[in-house]
């Protein structure tokens, strides 16, 4: 616990320096980066130690004010969520020395270090904390650091439009937290996690539930509440939504979670309502991420796609832990959480891949782009296991998390009766679709940035990153495959944490982790069997004639790159098949006349939430709210006049 | 008992081999079928392996525009139909490598080597290739909830979830068995590039799929891809097979195997006569085709789950 409150104190200490030497863009980079990987090597010990088993005695200081006080504790539940905390963080630092170069020119980036190093710290304090204000506490500190992170570049006009929309939707979310956490505070008399257990009469718990997945799902990013990461991601600087979209979503899913283990037995269709909202957000927010052109918007639906995987292995284990079926209880939120692990790997690599493009090409318009696997084959090496483990393909870890939740769906369908077996089945469904869609997505990403040849782009200028970018893509790389392959181990450290929610009446006998050795033998077997491939084909093609030529295109004299085909029209059958939710528009600009001189299309889509359900509310509420301009006349004798009457109402109301 | 044991893991292994040497038979077959239907001699049913050996021996020539991509999808394609014909079970024989869970598995190294096949083919930066690729997720992404609902039928109806297990334990004919074969063969025509969804016999027009989308390969390369896919031809008629000829337990696992490769033949002839007697669908048609063959492996689930 020590060391888990001396990696906060270095960060906050870091991010102060780094702000007191900001005459020094280099050495304050340097400084705040050196806070995040420090946290790393001190933070990283305990939480893997309580992922272990070991027990953590929890700390308290008090505060002067009523109900705060600052107790903290370290269970499995936290650690699973700081360990990629630490981990992403720390890369994500270093490949910031790299990315922030150059804006040190024409901005401030000691600023950038301290949000991110409070960033971080006040993410590891999230997880934690075990007071109810004090969790509020760090909660919009956590927010309100990451908006002026979002809002890194506040020159440009649709970045601080952005960060704005994030702002108002983070504190829309914390709207719902509050009551709940008055709701726990007054039904337990105290704010402490401790005295929440199971101290809910059953409607109070109900409404929690409900409070809970709007709040939490706000930050996570479940769909309809999802609106922020499409606009936030792409306004902020790569490592920021690297690190926003690994782990600072998921620490939504924490505060679900820990709240779930406040409610006690879960009534059936609790986990009925996760599922529909996993199943939502997953196949919805793959759609919405097929139809995008702008990498790290695309980039942000997926993260909205990944949640609700994660949701969906939830809500898995809750009609696991309702029915009483420990096994499907134990698959579904192992599953879940794996992914949350694995999530904060491969999308934290996708998304500083992207950023890798991005700083080369200068543009996010991925049909301007192709051809970059020539220029940068670091970043189109780690960028194509980042988008197969996204996938959930074998051998890489996004499969292994995605194999536990579909088993645990298969032996609830063969076990359970037909009312609560036909959700699940609605579960294998809906993975299976989303698995399809996102090898759509990701081929498509892949294929049209990093294959083919340059559509509009110059490639001429176009270089590989510097090693402080990409050492910590290939890390996160690497790990997605480490995890992929020693599935097992890494589950049965996920055990002590399942066993902290799944309340598990008599001997714990199920371990998903033999299931897994299995997976590990066949997708170690694969990648033998790949290399083994490459060799016969090296040994076929030893001492032949291999030519070169140009592709073939039907003996068409001169192709040229722009008549490749683009992500929009890669993606262009199936957003058609879904036009019914996706609502593209297209501006399309028909060729005429017999030698037609010029022809465009351009396609956008919209987000429906955003555009039926956010909009009519504000500009009803903007429209409500100025009828309150008449009390605002800007006339000094009427604002004295309101602070008398103010007086004099209290003065009459104590008198009473 | 244990003899039993190991004559069956001996079959597995000789179900491997069975299958890496029979699988482009089939293809003959299918092709030898479509010639007799349209009163041709046709060519030899050895035709597929004279064609591979052939490209194995040559040399190759690759498009200036492509990567490390282009080269490695054939071998990753390949190591991928390798590993699905290692879990599918054949006749008694369950598979080599069976384990709870391994119809996941099943799914999804299937769908590894389409992401690479996908990705080998923009790598060319071809339009005609992009338009296959394009198409083929498209389909794909359509057909995998029918396959995962198909086998979620299976489950329910055996209580288990390894694919030899539950192809054991089938036993009656039962309607559910019925839908979920209709189900599943058209998933095994999609994912095959058979006609209704693709025509493998043309190479230039824009009504291809899977044919266009390995357009630039040659030499060991498209030998690699064209064995691959006579694999996979081989392992999801083995699944449809397996689900639709039920044995007796009791039946020697050779003469099983004997009953499953008449079921291979009989399920390639068929594949011959809807080619010969059916038209391609058009491209927009193809998804209502799957949602189709959806909604009856969902009847199928539901009756299981009376």
């Given at each position: 616990m020590n060391l888990i409150l001396a990696s906060i104190a270095v960060l906050f200490l870091s991010s102060l320096v780094s702000l007191a030497v900001q005459g020094k863009p280099r050495i304050a980079g340097i400084l705040g980066a050196c806070g995040s990987v420090l946290a790393l090597g001190l933070g990283i010990v305990p939480a893997v130690q309580a992922l272990m088993g070991s027990q953590f005695a929890p700390l308290a200081f008090a505060s002067s004010m009523p109900w705060l006080s600052f107790s903290m504790g370290l269970d499995p539940i936290s650690a699973i969520f700081l360990v990629p905390i630490y981990i992403l963080s720390g890369l994500v630092a270093v490949y910031g020395t790299g990315y922030m170069k150059p804006y040190a020119e024409q901005k401030n980036t000691a600023f950038y270090w301290f949000f991110y190093n409070i960033l971080v710290a006040s993410m590891v304090l999230v997880c934690v904390a075990r007071n109810g204000l004090f969790f509020l506490l760090c909660w919009e500190v956590m927010a309100l650091s990451s908006f002026f992170l979002v809002a890194?570049?506040?020159?440009k006009v649709e970045v601080r439009k952005a960060s704005w929309i994030y702002l108002i939707a983070s504190q829309l979310g914390t709207v719902f937290l509050i009551p709940m956490f008055i709701l726990f505070g007054n039904q337990s008399g105290s704010f402490e996690f401790s005295s929440f257990y199971n101290c809910l009469t059953p409607a109070a718990a109900t409404g929690c539930f409900i409070l809970g997945c709007i709040g939490f799902g706000t930050k996570a990013g479940i769909i309809p509440f999802h609106v922020w990461l499409p606009e936030a991601h792409p306004a902020a600087p790569s490592p920021v939504s690297a690190l926003m979209s690994g782990v600072m979503i998921k620490t939504g899913i924490y505060g679900l979670v820990r709240m779930i283990t406040f409610l006690g037995m879960p009534p059936l269709w609790w986990g009925m309502v996760l599922i529909a909202i996993g199943a939502l957000s997953g196949i919805l927010g793959v759609l919405f991420a097929l139809a995008q052109h702008d990498i790290k918007r695309l980039l942000a639906y997926h993260s909205v796609e990944n949640i609700g995987i994660i949701v969906l292995g939830i809500g898995v284990g809750l009609i696991g832990i309702s029915t009483g079926h420990q096994t499907i209880a134990v698959l579904g939120f192992a599953g879940g959480l794996l992914h949350v692990i694995n999530h904060a790997l491969f999308k934290g690599l996708l998304f500083l891949g992207a950023g890798s493009v991005i700083h080369q090409t200068h543009t996010r318009e991925i049909d301007h782009m192709g051809g970059l696997i020539k220029k940068m084959p670091i970043t189109a090496l780690t960028f194509l296991i980042g988008a197969v483990a996204i996938s959930g393909l074998p051998p890489l870890n996004g499969f292994v998390s995605e194999f536990l939740v579909y088993m645990g769906s298969f032996s609830g369908i063969t076990s359970l009766e037909a009312e609560t077996a036909m959700p699940l089945a609605g579960v294998i469904a809906s993975l299976a679709l989303i698995g399809g869609l996102a090898t759509a997505c990701f081929t498509k990403v892949f294929g049209i940035v990093f294959l083919g040849e340059a559509r509009t782009i110059q490639l001429d200028h176009v270089q590989e990153s510097p090693a402080s970018m990409t050492v910590p893509m290939i890390i996160l790389a690497f790990s997605c495959v480490v995890i992929g392959l020693s599935g097992p181990l890494v589950v049965r450290l996920l055990i002590p944490e399942v066993l902290a929610i799944v309340p598990i009446s008599g001997p714990f006998v199920f371990d998903p982790s033999e299931w897994l050795v299995n997976i590990s033998i066949v997708a170690s077997g694969l990648v033998v069997l790949i290399i083994l491939g490459a060799g016969f084909r090296k040994f076929l093609l030893s001492r032949r004639t291999v030519g070169q030529t140009v592709t073939w295109d039907c003996g068409y004299a001169a192709p040229f790159s722009r008549m490749q085909y683009t992500a929009s029209s890669f993606a262009q059958p199936l957003t058609d098949l879904f036009s019914a939710f996706l609502k593209t528009k297209k501006h399309i600009k028909v060729p005429a006349d017999y030698f037609p001189a010029q022809a465009s299309i351009e396609t956008h889509t919209a987000d429906p939430s955003n555009e039926r359900v956010y909009r009519p509310v504000f500009a009803q509420a903007v429209g409500l709210l100025s009828r309150m301009r008449a009390l605002q006349q800007g006339r000094i004798q009427i604002y004295v006049l309101y602070i008398v009457v103010t007086l004099i109402a209290l003065l009459l109301w104590k008198l009473r | 008992m244990e003899t039993e044991i190991i004559a069956m893991y001996a079959f597995s292994i000789i179900h491997m081999f069975v299958g890496f040497a029979l699988a482009p038979l089939m293809i003959g077959i299918v092709n030898r079928t479509k010639a007799v239907f349209a009163g041709r001699t046709g060519q030899p049913f050895l035709q597929p392996y004279y064609d591979m050996v052939k490209l194995l021996r040559k040399g190759a020539v690759y498009s200036r525009t492509t990567s490390w991509i282009f080269r490695a999808a054939p071998v990753v394609g390949l190591a991928c139909a390798v590993a699905a014909l290692a879990i599918v079970p054949f006749g008694n024989a369950p598979g080599l490598l069976s384990f709870e869970g391994d119809l996941v598995f099943f799914a999804y190294v299937l769908g590894l080597w389409r992401f690479f096949l996908v990705i080998a083919a923009l790598d060319t930066g071809s339009a005609f290739e992009g338009m296959g690729a394009s198409r083929e997720v498209q389909f794909s992404a359509m057909a995998e909830p029918v396959l995962f609902v198909g086998l979620a039928t299976v489950a329910t109806l055996t209580g288990s979830l390894s694919l030899s297990d539950m192809i054991a334990g089938l036993s009656l004919p039962l309607a559910e068995i019925v839908l979920v074969a209709a189900a599943l063969f058209v998933v095994f025509l999609c994912e095959n590039a058979r006609i209704p969804f693709d025509d493998p016999n043309t190479h230039l027009e824009l009504t291809m799929i899977h044919e266009v989308m390995v357009l630039d390969y040659s030499g060991p390369d498209l030998g690699f891809v064209l064995y691959s896919a006579a694999l996979k031809f081989w392992v999801l008629g083995a699944l449809i097979i397996g689900i639709t000829v039920p044995l007796d337990e009791g039946l020697p696992v050779w003469a099983s195997c004997g009953y499953a490769f008449l079921g291979m033949v009989m399920l390639a002839l068929l594949t011959g006569i809807v080619e010969s007697v059916m038209a391609r669908v058009r491209l927009l048609r193809v998804p209502q085709l799957l949602a189709a063959a959806g909604a009856l492996a969902i009847c199928a689930l539901i009756f299981s789950m009376r």
């Open positions: 890194f570049e506040n020159d | -």
